[in-house]
């Protein structure tokens, strides 16, 4: 009877841990660190033939922040403005910080 017992007490307890595991955290929104690069890269000075579309590859650090790790562009006064704007720069959306890297495009209107 006693055995019955530990093994129901060691199931219950396996059955709790494996849910707090598995619990998530929400994002307060999915597009609010989007919206919030956009801002960081508006208004630009840059002198352009044509609009840009690039890729840019980038990870958030534990003290969110967003680490710039490529840009798919070949301008380098593009490249260099988006590094300067967006490199170590604090967000302020929760982010879930389970993704490595992260690829979002840019568009850089002329």
Do not use: W
């Amino acid at each position: 009877m006693k055995r019955i017992h530990v093994l129901m007490l060691m199931f219950l307890f396996c059955i709790g841990s494996v849910l707090t595991v598995n619990a998530k955290t929400v994002t307060e929104d999915p597009n609010a660190v989007k919206v919030e690069i956009q801002e960081l890269l508006k208004d630009h000075n840059l002198e352009l033939e044509e609009d840009i579309v690039t890729r840019v590859l980038f990870m958030v650090n534990d003290d969110k922040e967003l680490v710039v790790l490529f840009i798919d562009c070949k301008n380098e006064n593009v490249k260099a403005y988006i590094r300067s704007r967006l490199n170590y720069k604090k967000i302020k959306s929760s982010m879930d910080t389970d993704f490595d890297k992260i690829v979002i495009p840019v568009k850089i209107k002329a």
